[in-house]
């Protein structure tokens, strides 16, 4: 008998099952492939590898403006991909270390809920695949982390070919096509275009809406795209069908276009994982989603759901934050706990070339829910430690936005180098509802590119 059984070894699930197991429950956790989830495996951590290789090579051509001489300077796809390998695995070995750290029993299958906690009656889980198949294991409390898979839309020509990939296939793919086509314009398409496009392929962007990074300050969005100069963005279109590796698309004006390219990535989203793990069997509530409260507690008693399978914020930071919430109503065992969910002060970031990272709400849904706001915006070439660190000084800008009549930090915005390392800042002062006049009084570090949160501040007035 389980204390809890975790479905899914993702950020929220491995997170969750450290948070109970230092408490001393007995947990199991049961991952179908690897632990880390999409996020370790072919997700954050890789992608994120792959972009610093590719910014150390931007780094080496751009080195002589800085007045340093780096003759030659080449990168190889094969020792870059090697590279990637270590890293995936020594994280991936040090959340196994973690499980043993915490004695989380951990189950190599698919876990699938048979039936759910009732009456005080555990709930069933059978490991439907994997070493385990078929044996069934019971817990006191179960919890959902089964995460999310990309979306494939139906495109003519986009179903079985090998010239199309997600993000999955192209992090292995074998070389750096010379000519790649992303279709989608959001987080995953955007950073994988500036990847490529520093290692020298001729990138393509088509997105359908009128903008890249649809959740993005429409000020900041067109600085972001400007700065990613050598990726050719078509926004405003319609992709009608792939042949090939051919895409074809009717452009913001109507006329019928062609992208040709060696490869094709399919970047239109995820989706949360809904139909594995025995949803109807447990009577668990779905929509976009698991629906859950703020407390990550489901429609049954005694199942909770954390991370992407709830679809509320895809992320994994969020994740791992969903599954510290769920881990303290479990360990809470029905006394009153006041740890919830709150979304309106979760950062988000962007790893391109440059990057991009906000947290709050932005300008344009200040004005759909008819919020009066104060806002500054300033170049991020103000900033003596970016203007020093960058050949392109002009490339972003941080944007802070306050309430008219409370004066509290409603929103900030950046675009530039290290937004994605003091984005957290950001957080930090919405949460605490700190006001114009508070921050005013915090000291921040020069020269940093973070004390623009600052200076922006002193410019609302």
């Known amino acids: 008998m389980y204390d809890t059984i975790i479905i899914g070894g993702g950020p929220g699930g491995y997170l969750a099952a450290e948070r109970l197991g230092y408490q001393k429950k007995k947990v199991l956790l049961i991952e ?12 954050c951590i ?13 780094h080496a051509l751009e080195a002589g403006k800085f007045g340093v001489t780096i003759q030659g300077a080449s990168y190889n796809w094969a020792e870059i991909q090697k590279w990637k390998n270590e890293v995936v695995e020594k994280l991936r070995s040090g959340v196994a270390s973690q499980m043993k750290r915490f004695a989380v029993e951990v189950v190599k299958g698919r876990g699938e809920i048979l039936a759910a906690p009732s009456g005080g009656s555990p709930g069933r889980v059978k ?14 409390t179960i919890l959902i982390c089964a995460g999310s898979v990309p979306v494939l839309p139906p495109i003519p020509g986009g179903q079985d070919n090998p010239r199309v990939v997600d993000s999955t296939g192209l992090l292995s793919t074998g070389e750096v096509p010379k000519r790649l086509t992303v279709i989608g314009g959001g987080v995953i398409g955007v950073e994988f275009a500036g990847l490529f496009s520093a290692l020298g392929s001729e990138v393509t962007v088509i997105e359908m809406m009128d903008e890249i990074i649809p959740f993005m300050d429409r ?13 050719d963005f078509k926004l405003g279109c319609k992709v009608e069908r792939i042949e090939g590796a051919a895409v074809h698309y009717t ?3 109507g006329k019928p276009e062609k992208a040709d390219s060696e490869l094709i990535l399919m970047a239109v989203g995820r989706r949360p994982v809904l139909d594995t793990w025995g949803a109807k069997n447990a009577g668990v509530d779905t929509g976009r989603g698991v629906n859950v409260d703020d407390r990550m507690r489901t429609n049954i008693p005694g199942i909770w759901a954390a991370g992407d399978v ?27 706990q006041t740890d919830r969910m709150r979304y309106h002060a979760v950062p988000w970031a ?44 002009g490339q972003g800008a941080v944007k802070v936005i306050a309430g008219a009549d409370s004066r509290k930090i409603l929103g900030i915005h950046a675009v530039g180098a290290y937004a994605s390392e003091f984005i957290w800042g950001g957080a930090a002062l919405i949460e605490q509802e700190l006001r114009i006049e508070d921050v005013k009084q915090l000291i921040f570090p020069h020269p940093t590119v973070c004390e623009l949160i600052r200076d922006a501040v002193w410019e609302i007035g």
């Open 219 to 231: 000020e900041q969005a067109p600085i972001f795209r400007r700065a990613m100069k050598p990726v």
């Open 350 to 393: 962007v790893y391109g070339i440059p990057e991009a990272a906000g947290v709050g709400i932005t300008e344009q849904e200040a004005a759909s829910g008819g919020t009066a706001i104060l806002k500054a915006s300033l170049p991020m070439k103000v900033s003596g430690r970016f203007a020093a660190e960058n050949t392109f000084a």
């Open 251 to 253: 452009a913001r004006d």
């Open 46 to 58: 890789p992608t994120k590898t792959l972009l610093n290789s590719a910014k150390q090579y931007v």
């Open 32 to 43: 179908e492939q690897h632990l880390g989830g999409t996020c370790l495996n072919v997700g």
């Open 127 to 140: 490991a439907s695949s994997g070493e385990k198949a078929g044996t069934e294991f019971e817990g006191r």
């Open 310 to 336: 709830t679809g509320k914020s895809l992320l994994a930071h969020s994740a791992y934050r969903m599954a510290e919430v769920a881990a303290a109503d479990i360990l809470a065992d029905g006394a009153r």
